[in-house]
């Protein structure tokens, strides 16, 4: 089962709470450092996971990238990030309870 981070939804698959994700919660602010963001938020959650190692941003970017298309070196990413994703909505977690480095 997996929780969504900004409602009381859970989902079997992780297509699914993607599909749920991108419908109800795709904005631009970032929902994990309450930034807005310039281009798309998947960009922003790329990034922020490059540079800082954020999990959080790794499980964003992946609810938020639409899995076809892109280089070799993306679907990599993608696909790591998947892994991550996997895991961190595996329980139950809120964007900005645990990972506070501001
Ligand atoms: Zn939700
Ligand atoms: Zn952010």
């Not at 281009?39 to 964003?60: D, V």
């Not at 991550?84 to 480095?101: F, T």
């Amino acid at each position: 089962m997996y929780y969504c981070p900004e409602c009381p939804q859970s989902f079997e698959t992780l297509p699914a709470i993607k599909e749920h994700y991108m419908h109800s919660h795709n904005s631009s602010v970032c929902p994990i450092c309450g930034k807005p963001v310039r281009k798309s938020l998947a960009c922003h959650a790329k990034m922020i996971w490059q540079n800082r190692g954020c999990e959080l941003h790794a499980t964003l970017y992946y609810l938020l990238r639409t899995g076809r298309g892109g280089s070799a070196k993306n679907n990599g990413l993608y696909r790591k990030a998947r892994e991550v994703a996997e895991k961190v909505l595996s329980s139950r977690i809120s964007w900005n309870g645990g990972d506070s480095d501001e």
